[in-house]
């Protein structure tokens, strides 16, 4: 399965974004769709994921109330709506794909990858 994430830009501090995964390819064997971040200097971080054929989410505490995932009509597209946005948010942002079934926060259960968007907050 590709990956295709969108949405990334330059914003500033308590500004929102919504990001996008259209996902291509043998999309039927894609269950769970992650997103992650990573800033310079820094380990790759899980921010939110779906599976797309429950609509279930997992988000961490510190994004929690501020960052929404959902899934589109089409399950080949996944969003990340993100709100009241802080400097330390900047990072780019990844959305990766999981054939196996578990919405996991460790990066290597993904096996597909998209090529990242940029989000800049600035204060």
């Known amino acids: 399965v590709q990956l295709q994430a969108s949405g990334g830009g330059l914003v500033q501090v308590g500004g929102s974004l919504r990001l996008s995964c259209a996902a291509s390819g043998r999309t039927v064997s894609t269950s769970v769709v992650g997103w992650f971040r990573q800033a310079p200097g820094k380990a790759r971080e899980f921010v939110a994921a779906?599976?797309?054929?429950?609509?279930?989410?997992a988000i961490p505490e510190s994004m929690s109330g501020r960052f929404f995932v959902s899934r589109g009509k089409s399950e080949n597209m996944v969003y990340l709506e993100m709100n009241s946005l802080k400097p330390e948010d900047t990072a780019v942002y990844y959305c990766?794909?999981?054939?196996?079934?578990?919405?996991?926060?460790?990066?290597?259960?993904?096996?597909?990858w998209g090529q990242g968007t940029q989000v800049t907050v600035s204060s």
């Open positions: 779906i599976r797309l054929a429950t609509g279930s989410t």
């Open positions: 990766a794909a999981s054939e196996d079934g578990i919405i996991s926060r460790s990066p290597v259960r993904y096996t597909s």
